[in-house]
């Protein structure tokens, strides 16, 4: 079964408002995970990585104020879409190293479509 | 860029065929794993292969690596219509912090 739980795995949303996305490690803790946003038949690319604890760090050219990141559990990090425009209409992921293995666990994936 | 690039793009095979995709990548690596992505979904852990290793071997699938070309193939032998999703390499590097990039991917159809 899954061990990185996403929700939603889709919204859709008026210009404006705010989306909150949760990943939830199952049966393990993630002191680490990974936020990727994917366009249609591209590749994923990786946003930020979220620290529990501390703060994220952003990849270049992404906007900490219009994707805020919150890692305040083990077992939960959050991405808020803030003030959201219809080109932030894309598909979400998250993932999550666990323990010592050195492969990634991903979420569902969140589509995101803002109107 | 440190992620890796995947060819071809798009590949339609019939079932039973094989499926054979690429990566390349640019600078030395620790090691490359492969992911396939179901349309929609998540990406799933496919295999992993050590810059030491050459071949690997997981049921019907079966990965090479070549570091002085700096490429991996993944071959999917007797594919399935299941088999139809897109699959990512990605390579990953000494002081990556664990962190994954990717490339775009090759589409994978198997057609019945």
């Known amino acids: 079964g899954a061990v990185v739980s996403q929700h939603p795995s889709r919204v859709i949303c008026k210009s404006g408002t705010s989306v909150k996305i949760e990943c939830r490690s199952l049966?393990?803790?993630?002191?680490?995970m990974f936020w990727y946003r994917q366009f249609p038949k591209k590749s994923l690319m990786l946003m930020a990585t979220?620290?529990?604890?501390?703060?994220?760090?952003?990849e270049q050219g992404v906007e900490k104020d219009k994707f805020l990141i919150n890692h305040a559990s083990l077992t939960l990090s959050t991405l808020t879409v803030t003030s959201a425009h219809p080109e932030d209409s894309s598909f979400y992921i998250c993932?999550?190293?666990?323990?010592?293995?050195?492969?990634?666990?991903f979420g569902s994936g969140t589509q995101l479509s803002v109107l | 860029s440190q992620q890796g690039e995947e060819d071809p793009q798009a590949l339609s095979i019939q079932e039973g065929e094989n499926a054979t995709m690429n990566c390349s990548y640019k600078?030395?690596?620790?090691?490359l794993q492969w992911y396939r992505q179901n349309s929609g979904r998540g990406l799933v852990h496919l295999i992993l292969?050590?810059?030491?290793?050459r071949e690997k071997h997981s049921g019907r699938l079966r990965v090479t690596l070549d570091t002085s070309k700096k490429s991996s193939s993944l071959l999917i032998t007797a594919s399935r219509a299941a088999d139809t999703a897109s699959y990512f390499c990605?390579?990953?590097?000494?002081?990556?912090?664990?962190?994954?990039?990717f490339g775009s991917g090759t589409q994978l159809t198997v057609l019945p």
């Open positions: 049966d393990f803790q993630a002191t680490t």
């Open positions: 292969i050590r810059s030491n290793e």
């Open positions: 600078t030395s690596i620790n090691n």
């Open positions: 979220s620290n529990e604890g501390s703060k994220a760090t952003y």
């Open positions: 993932s999550a190293p666990r323990g010592a293995e050195e492969k990634l666990f």
């Open positions: 990605a390579p990953t590097f000494s002081g990556s912090a664990r962190q994954l990039t």
